[in-house]
């Protein structure tokens, strides 16, 4: 079977159902960079609310949180990822 890594800053409803058909097909690992931080319901401020989704981001597929050692973790700038 063929393997195939992803790299991605943190789990995305779209992507999911893609990563769980991909892991039917293919031996696939997903790897988030931002950390499990990434995965936690958050506060948006453009929404105004706490963001958390209707479906597991987290089902039937293998995947890995990276270490962040940013001191401000974050996507939404430069050196809120630093995985050593």
Do not use: R
Request: net charge negative; hydrophobic share 35%; charged share 25%.
């Amino acid at each position: 079977m063929k393997k195939l890594a992803i790299i991605v800053t943190h789990p995305i409803q779209y992507y999911v159902p893609v990563f769980q058909l991909l892991a039917k097909k293919c031996e696939l690992k997903v790897y988030y960079t931002w950390g499990e931080d990434g995965a936690k319901a958050k506060y948006d401020p453009d929404f105004k609310q706490i963001i958390a989704w209707d479906l597991p981001l987290l089902e039937d597929y293998n995947y890995e949180f990276l270490t962040n050692s940013s001191k401000d973790p974050g996507s939404h700038h430069y050196g809120g990822i630093i995985n050593a």
